[in-house]
């Protein structure tokens, strides 16, 4: 291509070169069978070629998903050391 060009509106008529895009790239799916700490198990898709995923740790039992189960354990003690004793020791 020139850079000078002899039509007389100047280079604004002229098809301007843009470059090529590349193709989106192919991320591949894999089924993966995921199975809980209660034994309970699903199927969700990855990126992860791992075929089975065990876990420890999980929203069946984890305190912070289920505090109730934890917390009744312990109520005589929260009432002495926890939030509770703190507000009654200084109210």
Do not use: C
Request: glycine share 4%; net charge positive.
């Amino acid at each position: 291509t020139r850079s000078v060009s002899s039509s007389p509106y100047g280079r604004t008529h002229v098809w301007k070169h843009r470059q090529r895009t590349l193709p989106k790239p192919f991320v591949p799916q894999f089924p993966q069978r995921v199975v809980r700490a209660d034994g309970s198990t699903f199927t969700h898709y990855t990126t992860s070629p791992r075929s089975a995923h065990r876990l420890t740790r999980d929203t069946t039992n984890n305190p912070l998903w289920n505090a109730a189960k934890w917390t009744a354990e312990s109520e005589e003690e929260d009432i002495v050391t926890g939030r509770l004793g703190r507000f009654n020791r200084r109210f």
